[in-house]
Nanobody, 115 residues
């Protein structure tokens, strides 16, 4: 029912920046907790950043000080600003929303950090 559409990924050099966007088809961003997961190759998907409906944020240790999660309730969109990118940040990033009856997931968007 609810669709999450991600954008903003791509190839960037180490030290560069990217901003990921996740637009929801319904007005759920302002209601539920949400975040971004990352999956590297065949490793387990990892929660990189999250934000509650009250605005509290949390980050994985590996991205603290470099990534910032935010949301725009009017646009029903959640963002992930990624600065000082490192090769180890490479992976597929998934938008995630903790819904009432189920979780919602984006299709995943590739981020590659390489020289």
């Amino acid at each position: 029912q609810v669709q999450l559409v991600e954008s903003g990924g791509g190839l960037v050099q180490p030290g560069g920046s990217l901003r990921l966007s996740c637009a929801a088809s319904e007005k759920i961003i302002s209601i539920y907790d949400m975040g971004w997961y990352r999956q590297v190759l065949e490793k387990q998907r990892e929660l990189v950043a999250s934000i509650t409906r009250g605005g509290s944020t949390n980050y994985a240790d590996s991205v603290k000080g470099r990534f910032t999660i935010s949301r725009d309730n009017a646009k029903n969109t959640v963002y992930l600003q990624m600065n000082s990118l490192k090769p180890e940040d490479t992976g597929v990033y998934y938008c995630w929303v903790l819904g009432r009856a189920r979780d919602y997931w984006g299709q995943g968007i590739q981020v590659t950090v390489s020289s």
